[in-house]
């Protein structure tokens, strides 16, 4: 409600001018009333009304000199003057210092309701043209002092003790949802926590550009302030704590303003390596930021996991599948590459995998989830973290239904490896890890529980295969040896002559041959 005082020296008119019109339901509240002029500027000043209905002639003061002197206080009342013919004079005179509303005594009803909503009319547009005003305001010198911060305006532009920016030293921050899931409550937002901490706004800014969440700390008691903050929260976060839903990122303090640039690039880096963090990890330091030199790695480096990681599934090696998916993020650590590009190479590693085991073991119904809920999974993640618990989870589903738990003796746990694999590039050299072994002493062990090498299992394996492929007059010779594992045509043929006296030619046409038409 606005606050409205009556100032009128005639009782009767003071009485009737309460009373005239519905007060209320033009949104406004009697505050007082006063009989002269002294009365009235007291009133003013005490009850801070929103309008003031004042009588032109009253003793003691005018309303004239009420108006004038009503231009010092700390704030604005409107003003509807009341005159009678003789008093014209003096409502021109108002007029002038600002006075748009005058009504002639007696006063009509209609004319002062409609005077009274066009007031208010005035105060509520000044008002929000006053919360614009202010929040333009805030917002421009939000730009400045981001402008500071990223570098983009050179400080000596701005009176710095106007802007409250004058400081021994200065530390960049930033925070945003720890993931998808989290709700930045009230309760718990950092900044106002921090505002509290430091109990006014002089050694803290809090600015939001573009959707992000920055503050600005100033003066080495505030930045002691914020550590002792983390040291306070840090270990953990528990559960309801200002740093379980955030993740916060600040930079390295500078002792000039000139600096901030640097401490802002440090929580930009971070930003873009908040990715790797560990599993509740809520804060990253610029300690943390690694060395330029150390980022070498690179995409095409990650190329082998998929033949890796599907040996290890096949081979039932929990161990060295583990262990690899350790190695493989701590290895994409070290590449300085946009996340979006390392997420399409997880995607594309896990597709390979999927696409190995599904072809080697097609007669299963391998639970993967198809390739649209693959690639959701991965790039709906924030952290890395998060990915590599996805691979783990999945593989452990396809390592249970591929079934053959691992057995005592070793060498049927390889059979088994050769059998489902033989088109493959195989070597003993590059089995022997997924088993835990060397390729010398696996050899050897081959040998001694199955009665040949391992390269003769192998071929015989081959050959076996092709015999069957060979029946089929589907397939060309040459088709044959690349689904078996032989890349040379010539060498399969000397291999199948070797197991079988004859080519495969041959084999086919006796085979044809004894077949009744």
């Given at each position: 409600m606005l606050k409205v005082l009556i100032a009128d020296d005639e009782e009767v008119v003071l009485k009737g001018l309460k009373h005239i019109i519905d007060w209320e339901a033009l949104g406004f509240t009697i505050c007082g009333e006063a009989e002269n002029g002294n009365d009235t500027l007291q009133k003013m000043k005490l009850l801070k009304p929103d309008l003031v209905l004042l009588d032109i002639r009253m003793p003691h003061l005018t309303g004239l000199e009420i108006i004038e002197m009503s231009k010092s206080f700390s704030y604005h009342s409107e003003f509807i003057i009341l005159s009678g013919y003789s008093d014209f004079s003096y409502a021109q005179a108002a007029v002038k210092l600002g006075v748009n509303n005058y009504l002639l005594k007696p006063v009509d009803e209609d004319e002062l309701k409609k005077a009274v909503i066009d007031v208010r009319h005035s105060i509520e547009k000044d008002r929000q043209t006053q919360t614009i005003y202010e929040k333009y305001k805030a917002t421009a010198k939000d730009t400045i002092i981001f402008n500071f911060i990223s570098g983009k305006e050179e400080a000596f532009s701005y009176d710095l003790n106007d802007l409250n920016l004058l400081s021994d030293q200065y530390m960049v921050l930033t925070y945003e949802k720890y993931n998808q899931t989290s709700v930045l409550e009230d309760n718990w937002d950092f900044a106002e926590l921090l505002r509290v901490g430091n109990?006014?706004?002089?050694?803290?800014?809090?600015?939001?550009?573009?959707?992000?969440?920055?503050?600005?700390?100033?003066?080495?008691?505030?930045?002691e302030k914020f550590y002792h903050l983390l040291k306070h929260y840090q270990s953990g976060p528990e559960k309801g704590s200002p740093l379980d839903s955030i993740f916060l990122a600040y930079g390295r303090p500078v002792d000039y303003i000139a600096e901030l640039k640097v401490s802002y690039t440090d929580v930009c880096r971070l930003l873009h390596r908040r990715f790797f963090c560990h599993e509740n990890q809520h804060v990253l330091s610029y300690i943390n930021l690694p060395d330029q030199n150390m980022l070498t790695a690179k995409l095409e480096d990650f190329d082998e996991y998929p033949s890796i990681l599907s040996g290890y599934i096949q081979s039932h090696n929990r161990s060295m599948l583990a262990e690899t998916l350790c190695k493989l993020e701590h290895s994409l650590f070290f590449c300085n590459t946009d996340i979006s590009h390392?997420?399409?190479?997880?995607?594309?590693?896990?597709?390979?995998?999927?696409?190995?085991?599904?072809?080697?073991?097609?007669?299963?119904?391998?639970?993967?989830?198809?390739?649209?809920?693959?690639?959701?999974?991965?790039?709906?993640?924030?952290?890395?973290?998060e990915i590599i618990q996805f691979f783990s989870e999945q593989f452990e589903l396809c390592t249970q239904t591929i079934g053959h738990p691992k057995s005592e003796d070793i060498i049927e746990d390889v059979i088994y490896y050769i059998n489902h694999n033989f088109s493959e590039n195989l070597k003993l050299e590059s089995i022997a890890p997924l088993f835990g072994y060397n390729s010398s002493y696996l050899g050897k062990v081959f040998s001694q529980k199955t009665g040949e090498n391992f390269n003769s299992y192998l071929d015989r394996i081959r050959i076996d295969q092709a015999k069957k492929f060979l029946i089929d007059d589907e397939l060309k010779v040459y088709e044959i040896a690349e689904r078996i594992g032989y890349k040379n045509p010539d060498y399969f043929h000397k291999k199948f002559k070797k197991y079988t006296n004859t080519t495969p030619a041959e084999f086919r046409k006796n085979i044809k041959q004894q077949i009744p038409t």
């Open positions: 109990q006014n706004q002089t050694r803290f800014n809090h600015i939001t550009i573009n959707h992000q969440e920055i503050i600005l700390l100033k003066g080495k008691t505030s930045i390392i997420k399409r190479a997880l995607i594309d590693i896990f597709l390979q995998v999927k696409q190995k085991i599904s072809h080697i073991y097609y007669t299963m119904s391998i639970p993967f989830p198809d390739n649209a809920g693959i690639i959701e999974a991965i790039t709906t993640k924030n952290y890395l973290f």
